[in-house]
């Protein structure tokens, strides 16, 4: 079955960054667009980027851009988030999806989500 796993979440100072990872299987990663969202304790889950099959195309969300880069190894089925500059207002739990196109992501869809990696940030 398909898996996406995250990882690379921790507790970090704010000024600081993070990488995070997420490891796809059970599925042709390459054909897939793959996404990041995140979720704070009583909020709405929220769109951070999406990143095109090839890796050739990203779109950032607001709260992301200038900061957080979306990148892709399709030789190793993975996806990354570089999270630079974090405020502790980016404390959340980091999602990855995967849709077969990066419109369907924006559209807060995806045919498969991950269990999430928990990022907090502190002042």
């Known amino acids: 079955q398909v898996q996406l796993v995250e990882s690379g979440g921790g507790l970090v100072q704010a000024g600081g960054s993070l990488r995070l990872s997420c490891a796809a299987s059970?599925?042709?990663?390459?054909?897939?667009?793959m996404g990041w969202f995140r979720q704070a304790p009583g909020k709405e889950r929220e769109f951070i980027g999406t990143i095109s099959w090839s890796g050739s195309s990203t779109y950032y969300g607001d709260s992301a851009k200038g900061r957080f880069t979306i990148s892709r190894d399709n030789a190793k089925n993975t996806v990354y988030l570089q999270m630079n500059s974090l405020k502790p207002e980016d404390t959340a739990v980091y999602y990855c999806?995967?849709?077969?196109?990066?419109?369907?992501?924006?559209?807060?869809?995806?045919?498969?989500w991950g269990q999430g990696t928990q990022v907090t940030v502190s002042s």
């Open positions: 999806a995967a849709a077969q196109a990066m419109a369907v992501l924006r559209r807060y869809q995806s045919d498969y």
């Open positions: 059970g599925l042709t990663f390459s054909a897939f667009a």
